[in-house]
């Protein structure tokens, strides 16, 4: 993993916590909010982040590979159409697995009218035993109404994940990077190796000591859908006026050259 030494480098500077300390961090008046930039910016924001943070480590690893597929109507692709039009409720089913504990999860995440998100999840044995053998259609059926003749496996992604918590331990921030993506459809592959994707999930409103690192880097809030944007990449079937402009910001933030240290 020789792409990764330079971040690895810098996450042995941060102590550990691990995955059973994180289970007491609830966050239960939770607020999210997403952040794109690139890998050189990233090292710096690291950099910035010793005498603040905690990395977590799972089982001596603090970058976590994670692969997800995600399944949408096959006729409508509505799931995707909505998430691109903005509308409210949202729903998205995926299938992720951790790849480092072999572990995978059907998954059902909905965004209600308030914008507040939802996520129930289930045990599988893997995505083969969803497309194969169905499992985890009486947890789709009870919690979307759906069975999975109603849906096809659309996008795959994968992913490396990092996983950081201050010492307060009143917010949590997730760093994926080395973007990959796979279309069941059309066959076609997608990188976004240079992406980097944050995203701060912080008890409230409680001051969080990230924020004016960030604002220093001039890395500035903006959304991001991994599914969303891994299904324009490798669909160009699909009606994508409105992330058509999504995709050229995050292309144009993504090629930006990093702040000059401060």
């Not at 499992?135 to 759906?146: M, P, S, T, V, Y």
């Not at 010492?167 to 240079?194: C, P, S, V």
Request: hydrophobic residues 35%; aromatic residues 8%; proline residues 4%.
């Amino acid at each position: 993993m020789a792409q990764f030494q330079s971040i690895y480098r810098l996450l042995d500077e941060l102590p550990t916590i691990t995955l059973d300390e994180m289970k007491s961090i609830r966050l239960m008046k939770r607020t999210d909010m997403k952040f794109v930039t690139n890998r050189a910016t990233l090292e710096q924001l690291l950099g910035r982040c010793k005498g603040h943070y905690y990395a977590q480590r799972v089982e001596g690893e603090a970058l976590s590979a994670y692969a997800t597929t995600y399944f949408d109507d096959p006729a409508t692709h509505r799931m995707f159409a909505r998430h691109q039009a903005g509308h409210r409720p949202r729903t998205k089913v995926r299938v992720r697995t951790y790849v480092g504990s072999d572990l995978t999860f059907l998954e059902i995440k909905r965004k209600d009218n308030h914008g507040k998100t939802t996520k129930r999840r289930t045990k599988v044995a893997s995505l083969d035993a969803v497309l194969q053998e169905r499992a985890g259609e009486d947890f789709l059926k009870e919690i979307a109404g759906l069975t999975w003749d109603d849906l096809i496996p659309t996008v795959g992604n994968r992913f490396r994940r990092i996983t950081l918590v201050n010492f307060g331990k009143t917010e949590r921030l997730t760093i994926d990077l080395g973007l990959q993506f796979h279309n069941y459809e059309t066959a076609e592959d997608g990188t976004m190796d240079d992406a980097v994707i944050i995203e701060l999930k912080r008890d409230g409103r409680v001051p969080s000591p990230i924020l004016p690192l960030l604002r220093d880097l001039r890395i500035k809030p903006q959304g991001f859908s991994k599914y969303c944007i891994g299904s324009v990449m490798t669909n160009k079937g699909l009606r994508i006026n409105n992330f058509k402009l999504k995709l050229r910001m995050v292309e144009k933030t993504v090629a930006k050259r990093p702040a000059l240290p401060g």
